[in-house]
């Protein structure tokens, strides 16, 4: 009876993680404080067990248009630029050193910008997206 009840109830929270993280629910309760946690638990389950690999709101993500571009690189250099300022480090110390980046969301510019400058070893790490695993040396940038 016992293996019964387990079953169920772990069929039961398998279909609420799937209806939770399915995104036709969004517009009808997006407000809802309690169904944004909820559907990042499911949807983070969903990624765990390797049956979604997608970024959170980026799984059907396009290529910005030419137009956006460069606005786009310019932000990022200007995000840069504010790194080295408020840690008061310049461009020129930046080589050789270590640098740890805390949520550089979908692209990996400023972890890569750090390293364009010299750092030794840029690692940026993000909760919401897909592990990536690469080498600079195997880039070919170095």
């Not at 790194?83 to 400023?110: C, I, K, Q």
Request: positive net charge; contains cysteine; proline residues 6%.
């Amino acid at each position: 009876m016992k293996t019964w009840i387990r079953r169920g109830a772990l069929v039961f929270v398998m279909i609420a993680l799937v209806a939770v993280a399915f995104p036709a629910w969004k517009p009808l309760v997006r407000k809802s404080r309690w169904y944004v946690i909820a559907s990042n638990v499911g949807q983070d389950s969903l990624r765990r067990l390797g049956w979604k690999s997608d970024q959170i709101d980026q799984g059907a993500t396009a290529a910005p248009p030419d137009s956006q571009i460069a606005p786009q690189i310019a932000r990022m250099h200007s995000v840069y630029e504010k790194y080295l300022r408020y840690s008061g480090t310049a461009r020129a110390d930046v080589a050789g050193r270590r640098v740890l980046e805390l949520g550089p969301g979908f692209t990996m510019t400023v972890p890569l910008l750090f390293a364009a400058d010299g750092a030794s070893y840029v690692v940026g790490i993000d909760k919401f997206v897909p592990t990536i695993r690469s080498s600079i040396r195997a880039c070919g940038t170095r």
